[in-house]
């Protein structure tokens, strides 16, 4: 009886879990599927409902009529499908759009209202066929049923297999989920700039640590959920400031808001830093706010800026600005005002550089400037042009020269005073030169121009003096501009011709030598005198090549010489300074086919004056290729006789300004016996220049000079003379 019982038991429980299965699987399913496909018809609608509602509420005008564009926001959503049926009704139950065929019955359908602006302008209806659903109802049925048999064994086992895949499921979901708000709280944690996100309500939602940070403020200071106003007003701190400015930020940022309007501001801090606050409106309301540091580059910015219009080593006004103010000043200058523009040079500036280096030439022109800003007024201005250049600027009520005078008398006697510039004292000349401003011009080019040829002449009167401008100065300049242009065109047309002055023995009256001398053959001005043109070759550098050019027709000439004479070439300062000048003379003598020991090059003091270790290197470098080395005009300069320790001579050239006077003047009598018998000591040649008389020359042998030249035999003559002359002596000396 408890058999059958719990056969009975267990028959009616199986039954019953066949039942159940059969019918509550089917059942459920049923429901399930219905549920399923009506949520998603709901969403569906919903959805439909507020594209078309964005699009009403931007295009509210005969909105019914554009069912093309209507088809096109439907289509947006991405709701279509084959077997959904969409309508679009009007108020009113007006059809507006029809998309999709009638579905098959049984059919489910969902309706959506659509409200613009809190005002119902229409719905749409949703329909789609559930046969496909029944269906596949009845086959669960047919299956629950065999299954349902099957369920005694399953019960156990079959919950959790479903419950392990819906906590994997639900562990791998909330993973995915960490790992997005991992990457979501580093990337607001290493942005260079502070965010806030802010909700429709204008309530704090989101902001990161770089914001706490620019605004100096602590976490507990801020919360979620705080308001726009309060946020401005604490980062802004509108505690320690006494204007409107919060309000006025807050006005423009809701202002901004309200219109969808992205915007941006730079806010000036009370401890002096900028920010810069930029924000734009959010996808779904609410918007974000950035905020950036840039007080360093502002002051960059700043920095290029005035690195712009100053001179980096004195900070004062560079060329560009400098012209730029002359121009501002002249076009608000009244009537009976006047400006001021000195142009002002160091004299011997790059002798400091020279002997002490350019680290202690610096120095000196940050001390000059100091010293030209300690000496203007407010409204007067001083610019470093370059260089040693510099130009001050004054503007007057008066055209009054005195006042102007006065005033570069006071700054020379100010600059020229003694520097002291790590532990060297410094001591360096200042000339000036003054144009004023109507009287010589009302452009700032032409102003600076006539200032700069006055002070060419205050340096040609022998510097440490100011000049006002004068127009006969701009006469000179066009001259000698002329002349350059002229002197240029020159070398390359070969305008040039070489003279030659014979150089004789005193005793034996032959020619033992002929110094070249260049002549310059103008189209248009005829002969030019060397005295005229070589001061600006020498200035403008064209005496280089002009040297190169004499030197190579020099050793040409003279190679068709007799063998006995030698050819004497001047040599520039320029040239020693060209560094091409070894080169120069080896290719002279290498092309001509001249021997070494028949060249003889003359120098002045002036070359050793100005790089006295360089130039002495290069003349032992000369001296070793065998040529002869000469001092010319001997007895002119300072530092003669201690040349004539330093390096072995082979010539020593009287100045013919001692010459001129013998033998009557006692004083130029003594100075070239002098002269002749140091030189006798020393084992070197001496050679009078312009020697004119018999008288000049007697007095020379008296005393023991070895050569002469000047007019007394020859004056300088053309190469082909020369040429002859050599020949007819050496034919005389052959016969004699």
Known sequence: MAAVTLRTLVSTIGLLVALLTAILIPSGYLYDVYSDTSDTLDFKARLVASRIAQFIYTHDTLWQYQQPRLADQVALTGVEDEDLQIKLFAAGDTLVLEDGSPPPDPVVSRRAVIVVAGTDRGYIDLAVSFRDQLYSTGLV???????????????????????????????????????????????????????????????LVIYNQRFLEIFGLSPEQIRSGMTLPEMIGLALGAGRRTDAGVDEKLALERRLIGEGKAGSAVEHLPDGRSIAIAHRPARNGGFVATFEDITERQQAEEKIEHLAHHDPLTDLLNRASFYERIGDALSRLRRSESIAVLSIDLDHFKGVNDSLGHPVGDLLLKAVADRMRSSVRGEDFVARLGGDEFAI??????????????????????????????????????????????????????????????????????????????????????????????????????????????????????????????????????????????????????????????????CTDAAHWPDQITVAVNLSPAQFKSKNLLAAVENALS????????????????VLLQDNEGAFAILH??????????????????????????????????????????????????????????SSSLGITTTAEGVETREQLASLASEGCNEFQGFLFSKPRPAKEVAHLLKEAQQAETTA
């Open 621 to 678: 470098q000369l001296r070793d290729l065998g040529i002869r080395i000469a001092m010319d005009d001997f007895g002119t300069g300072y530092s003669s006789l201690g040349y004539l320790r330093s390096f072995p001579f082979d010539k020593i050239k009287i100045d013919q300004s001692f010459i001129q006077d013998l033998p009557g003047k006692e004083e130029s009598l003594a100075i070239v016996r002098a002269v002749v018998g140091l």
């Open 141 to 203: 049925a047919l299956m629950s049923a065999l299954l349902g048999f099957g369920m005694y064994f399953a019960l156990r086992t079959f919950p959790l297999r479903v419950l392990d895949r819906t906590l994997g499921a639900l562990q791998e979901t909330q993973r995915n989920l960490s790992v997005q708000n991992e990457r979501f709280d580093t990337a607001l944690t290493n942005m260079s700039q502070g965010l806030c996100m802010f909700d429709t309500e204008e309530k």
């Open 393 to 554: 600027v004054q503007v007057l009520p008066s055209e009054h020269p005195p006042d102007v005078a006065a005033f570069a008398t006071r700054l020379i006697e100010l600059l020229t005073a003694p520097y002291d510039l790590e532990g060297h004292q410094v001591v360096v000349g200042t000339s000036i030169g003054i144009a004023m401003a109507p009287s010589d011009g009302n452009e700032p080019d032409a102003l600076m121009k006539d200032a700069d040829l006055a002070l060419y002449r205050a340096k040609a009167d022998g510097g440490g003096v100011y000049r006002f401008f004068e127009l006969e100065m701009d006469a000179r300049m066009q001259a000698r501009r002329a002349l350059e242009l002229d002197l240029r065109k020159a070398i390359v047309n070969k305008e040039f011709e070489l003279y030659y002055q014979p150089i004789i023995d005193v005793k034996g009256g032959q020619v033992t030598s002929c110094e070249a001398l260049i002549r310059w053959h103008h189209p248009e001005r005829g002969m030019v005198p060397p005295v005229e043109f070589i001061a600006v070759a020498e200035e403008t550098g064209l005496i280089v090549p002009l040297g190169e050019w004499i030197l190579q027709q020099a």
């Open 591 to 606: 092309t001509s086919g001249l021997s070494a020991k028949r060249l003889e090059l003359e120098i002045t003091e002036l």
